[in-house]
């Protein structure tokens, strides 16, 4: 059959790979001018096509002068049949791309002779890899293509291997989908993403890559490169994650922890005094702040505020408590303290208090009700309060707040946990640090960051490694 325009050959092509199903395998045979090739097509176990091609067979197989396609040669005839491999019970279809030649005219005669039911095509100097690699790359799906997904059961709190839908049955090459998932932390290879192909009620693994994900919502987009290669767009880079699917399942915990959250956090920071001292408070604060963002995602807001000494010299001018921000994601919070980083230390001041009760005044009266989010006040510094009245060795505060009373309204708040990170070791802090950190405190010299979030309730004291996203409706 001779295929001027080429249609008739792909239709072909087309029809008997969209027929391969299960064991079965389709030949094709291109007799070319310098020799023979033969390529094999069949599915996987995820219902992909495949194929692949042995070396071309020179015309020279049936002795060391090359065959000159006589009609009498009985050895060059077996020869090329035997090949050409298409004694078999599987489907094939016979291409001649050199139709002038000799060689080729004669091995296509003897290869029609051998499978007289097989189609047989003409077609000169037609490219037979790049047609059939574009053949298998626009065919439509002939399964359904899901992600592998965690979900937990509302009542017991159990994961369960689930999916979430990609591409239905029909779907073709370029296609997109927007995905939306949940990740929780992974282990160092991160969280996988595996993608499946269904069968009825069978599944069959596709391909699984993995990335490092911060926690919380991701949404991205996956497309149909062709049958059998999805490919994520709008993640951090991919890599082919070698793991055994065994032990990937192995590792999906029983159940999933409970969510912390929602949470405030209120950090409220001395920066008055030596540029080294206040840098290391503001990169402890960033370091928390940093920390407790990733365990709590979507659910945490953070408050900034900036507090420092009174003025009580002849012509000092006093800086009030600074509010620099309330109430705003974890990004808009580490903005705001690097401003404070760039702004650089306040003067030392009055050597012995600072105005720690100005900004309890300031906590106290913005929270106001509760809101049913946990709130975390973290101090950090080293100088106590002012008190309300005048003492032997501290003056008064000027607008007469009193810290003791303060602290008692905001630790009567059910929904409230002091926390302190004090210049001074424990040994040496003065007994207000212990109340300002009555439920974690820590040395700022040597501060374990996740601990005292923890001890905060900010982040859960053992993070789960959670391997596969989760469904996230």
């Known amino acids: 059959m001779t295929d001027g325009g080429g249609d008739l050959l792909r239709k072909a092509l087309t029809k008997a790979i969209d027929e391969l199903d299960g064991s079965a395998r389709l030949i094709v045979v291109e007799v070319a001018a310098d020799g023979m090739t033969t390529f094999t097509l069949h599915r996987d176990d995820a219902g992909t096509p495949r194929g692949h091609h042995g070396p071309v067979t020179p015309w020279n197989i049936a002795g060391e002068q090359e065959w000159e396609g006589t009609a009498d040669d009985a050895s060059g005839k077996e020869a090329i049949v035997r090949a050409s491999g298409i004694r078999s019970h599987a489907s094939v279809i016979l291409i001649c791309s050199f139709p002038d030649g000799l060689q080729a005219s004669r091995a296509m005669e003897w290869l029609r002779e051998a499978r007289p039911d097989a189609p047989h095509f003409t077609k000169a100097h037609v490219p ?105 767009s709008g993640l951090p880079a991919l890599v082919p994650d070698d793991r055994r699917w065994e032990d990937l399942v192995a590792s999906v915990p029983a159940t999933l922890d409970p969510q912390i959250g929602p949470a405030h956090l209120i950090c409220a920071v001395e920066v008055s005094g030596s540029s080294d001292l206040v840098d290391e ?57 690097s401003g404070l980083e760039l702004r650089g230390a306040r003067p030392e001041g009055y050597p012995y208090a600072v105005q720690i009760e100005d900004a309890l005044h300031e906590v106290h009266g913005r929270l106001g009700a509760g809101t049913g989010d946990r709130v975390v006040l973290l101090t950090v510094g080293g100088r106590p309060p002012h008190p309300p009245r005048a003492e032997a060795r501290i003056l008064p505060c000027p607008h007469r707040h009193d810290w003791e009373d303060l602290l008692h309204r905001l630790r009567r708040r059910a929904d409230l946990t002091l926390g302190a990170i004090c210049d001074e070791p424990e040994e040496r802090a003065t007994p207000v640090w212990r109340t300002l950190g009555e439920g974690a405190r820590a040395h700022l010299e040597v501060v374990d960051i996740r601990r005292l979030c923890s001890d905060l309730g900010l982040v859960a004291s053992a993070a789960q490694r959670i391997p596969f996203p989760l469904y996230d409706p």
């Open 281 to 337: 408070r503001l990169r402890r604060v960033r370091q928390v702040v940093t920390t407790c963002a990733g365990a709590l995602p979507d659910r945490l807001h953070v408050s900034l505020l900036a507090y420092g000494t009174h003025g009580f010299g002849r012509g000092e001018r006093e800086e009030p408590v600074e509010v620099r921000v309330w109430h705003v994601s974890p990004k808009t919070a580490l903005d705001s303290l």
């Open 128 to 232: 037979v890899p790049a047609l059939l690699r574009e053949i298998l790359a626009d065919e439509p799906l002939k399964r359904s293509y899901d992600l592998v997904v965690l979900k937990r059961d509302a009542v017991s709190g159990r994961l369960e291997l689930a999916t979430q839908p990609l591409f239905a049955i029909g779907a073709r090459r370029g296609q997109p989908v927007r995905v939306r998932v949940r990740c929780e932390p992974g282990d160092d290879r991160g969280t996988a993403f595996a993608v499946a192909s269904w069968q009825n009620i069978q599944p069959s693994l596709l391909s699984v890559q993995s990335a490092v994900l911060s926690p919380g919502r991701h949404e991205f987009w996956a497309t149909l490169e062709r049958p059998g290669v999805v490919r994520f």
